[in-house]
């Protein structure tokens, strides 16, 4: 007995010695790698720490030291390794507690959440001081993400993102894409392992997309990219970080426009120093109409650290860039926006704005131009743990496109465009449709270069207005779901056209219509599509107006120009009413134009009732025709 209990205190006593010799030689190897630290030998000092290590597995300042110099050199995979060999031995330790919230980092980065969390917690437990208030912050909003993302992957949407095909992604990398309103336009940023950037369109062909060429009057020898396309494809604005002769900047990267005529893009312009800065702008977004730009920037004056800005085109150019505000920016990076086609709906990517990590994507809708509701997260699988970013809609609201990366084994990152089913909750909340043509010279079938302008019928206001193509008169409208308006074209020269569209239930097909002006000569005349009665009534309704204005401006562009106002009904009632009637209505007409200053002298109200139509009246929809007020050059 008493020489089994001598021989267990001989090993303790030797186990005692021993690690009293490996804790000193792993001490005496830390003090090396500090020494070699202070002359920046980082190779050697590393190489002391792995012998430290080597000698004493529970001397944390080593794996501690080792993990941090592996941060620095960016192998981010190693210093996890070793915060995760630290926890096996010292987690206890506060002196190491940056290395709990390094893991929960990681974890997150990963989608392992309920880790993630944990290692967040433990960081908490040791209470960190005043000081690490950001530490502190990061550790909360980890936890309020994995409580968000534990809770909210159990709504999963439907989400079966598929390839645009090996036709449009042949190149190494393709993102950012951009949309036409007709969808059967493609254009994004695409480059292989060792090109610049550059700007590739693609067309849908026959339901297939076709593959893309380079916009070569676009092209240099420098980058360019992230570009953004109007709803009718004539405009475009994408970013350049060479300031050259060619494209001379303000900045690190710097937005600039170019104009398509024909089937020929333009010379690019520099946006100008309202919306250009010494600091970097890039992932722009136009409106429908190419009239409102939102952008990001890292310049100074922002909320966060990227933030979205925005920017009018007013009488040719563009305002001074406004931040979008902290309902839509955080005090992280907000990026890639991306206004749908019906002008209200924003998406954008975030950091800041809770969801699953990293930065993911998120919807919000414009009721006023300073108010945006609150950012929702579109979801699960939509969003996961990874970046999301440059999502883009369709204006049906049917589809989306967006860049997906892929790792391969080699490290190299590949991107490629897919396009996916848009789940209803998704889609943005008003949906739309479009009008497509032609406009023509009436008698001499030459296309014309003509400005549309679309009116909001019952708030008179201007929702867009775009010009058709100078060589081939083609013009292209966004029209949203559940809206009613009013439509002129006009030009100089010639009488303007006034058309009508009731949005409500008319579904989101696209629609072609060519537009046909006629010059103003006497015996022209037009229908005011857009003046309005109450039945059997003469005054007029408020929206009217819009077309009020129009036939205002008209008059006041062509002052020698004198005009019939001609009043028409359907059969129904007296031939003595219908004709009292509509002499009544084209007269409320006439008294409008002289309450604002048009001489008497050049107007003339004629009511012709019944006597003339131009449908049939045994149906509603010709009575309705029928029921119209002409304006006729004298």
């Known amino acids: 007995m008493r020489k089994s209990i001598l021989i267990y205190l001989c090993f303790v006593l030797g186990m005692s010695m021993s690690f009293g010799q490996n804790r000193g030689k792993a001490q005496k190897n830390y003090m090396k790698a ?10 050697e000092a590393k190489i002391f720490l792995e012998k430290s290590i080597a000698a004493d597995t529970t001397f944390g300042d080593s794996f501690y030291l080792l993990a941090y110099l592996n941060i620095l050199e960016r192998d981010y995979q190693k210093s996890r390794a070793l915060y995760k060999r630290l926890m096996l031995c010292c987690n206890k330790e506060p002196k190491f507690a940056l290395a709990h919230l390094s893991l929960a980092q990681y974890e997150w980065s990963e989608g392992n959440y309920a880790k993630a969390k944990q290692f967040c917690l433990s960081y908490l437990d040791f209470r960190p001081s005043s000081k690490e ?58 480059r292989t392992y060792k090109s610049d950037e550059n700007i590739y369109r693609s067309e849908k062909i026959d339901g297939e997309w076709a593959s893309p060429e380079i916009v070569r009057e676009l092209s240099t020898k420098f980058n360019e990219g992230t570009c953004t396309i109007s709803a009718d494809g004539s405009f475009m604005i ?5 300031s050259t ?22 010379k690019p312009k520099n946006l100008g120093p309202h919306i250009n800065s010494r600091d970097w702008e890039s992932q722009p977004s136009l409106s429908a109409d190419g009239r409102t730009l939102y952008f990001v920037s890292d310049r100074k004056g922002g909320i966060g650290k990227k933030d979205i800005w925005v920017s009018h ?32 709906t924003l998406y954008f990517s975030s950091e800041g704005h809770l969801g699953f990590g990293g930065l993911d994507i998120f919807k919000t809708d414009q009721k006023s131009p300073a108010l945006w509701t609150k950012p929702v997260n579109i979801g699960y699988p939509l969003n996961d743990h990874r970046d999301q970013v440059s999502l883009i ?34 889609q943005p909340d008003a949906l739309s449709s479009y009008l497509e043509g032609v406009v023509y010279d009436a008698v001499t079938k030459a296309p014309l270069k003509a400005e549309l302008e679309l009116k909001r019928l019952e708030s008179d206001e201007t929702e867009s207005r775009v010009m058709s193509d100078s060589e081939s008169g083609k013009y292209l409208i966004v029209l949203n779901q559940d809206e009613e308006y009013a439509l002129f074209i006009s030009r100089p020269g010639y009488l303007y056209q006034s058309l009508t569209f009731d949005m409500h239930n008319a579904g989101v097909d696209g629609k072609t219509l060519d537009i046909f002006l006629e010059r103003i000569e006497k015996g022209t005349n037009i229908t005011l599509n857009n003046i309005f009665f109450e039945s059997n009534k003469y005054q007029l309704k408020n929206k009217s107006a819009a077309e009020l204005e129009q036939i205002l401006e008209f008059m006041k562009r062509n ?29 409320a007409v006439v008294n409008y134009l002289i309450s604002n200053d048009i001489n008497a002298s050049r107007l003339k109200a004629i009511g012709y009732g019944e006597s003339q139509p131009i449908s049939s009246n045994k149906t509603e929809e010709g009575r309705q025709e029928n029921r119209r007020i002409e304006f006729i050059i004298l």
Request: charged letters at 25%; proline letters at 4%.
């Open 559 to 587: 002052p020698d120009v004198a005009v019939e106002i001609a009043g028409h009904t359907d059969n129904i009632g007296t031939i003595e009413y219908n004709k009292d009637l509509s002499q009544k209505r084209a007269q």
């Open 238 to 242: 994408f970013t350049s970080c060479e």
């Open 313 to 344: 085109l007013v009488d040719g150019a563009w305002t001074t860039a406004k931040n979008l505000g902290d309902v839509v920016n955080t005090m992280e990076d907000d990026i890639s926006p991306y206004i749908h086609s019906n002008g209200k």
């Open 34 to 43: 500090e020494e070699a630290i202070q002359q920046r030998q980082i190779g």
């Open 133 to 190: 208030y950001k530490e502190k912050r990061i550790a909360n909003k980890i936890i309020a993400s994995c409580d968000y993302a534990m809770a909210n992957m159990q709504h999963e949407l439907p989400y079966s993102p598929v390839s645009l095909g090996d036709s449009v992604n042949k190149l190494d990398q393709q993102y950012f894409p951009a949309i036409t309103a007709t969808g059967n336009e493609l254009y994004f940023t695409a």
């Open 393 to 426: 809609v369709s204006a049906d609201g049917s589809k989306g496109y967006f860049s997906k990366e892929i790792l391969a084994p080699d490290g190299k990152r590949s991107s490629k465009i897919v396009t996916f089913d848009v789940p209803e909750e998704v």
């Open 245 to 266: 002769r060619e494209l001379p900047g303000y900045g690190s990267c710097d937005l600039f426009m170019a104009k398509k005529v024909g089937d020929h893009w333009l």
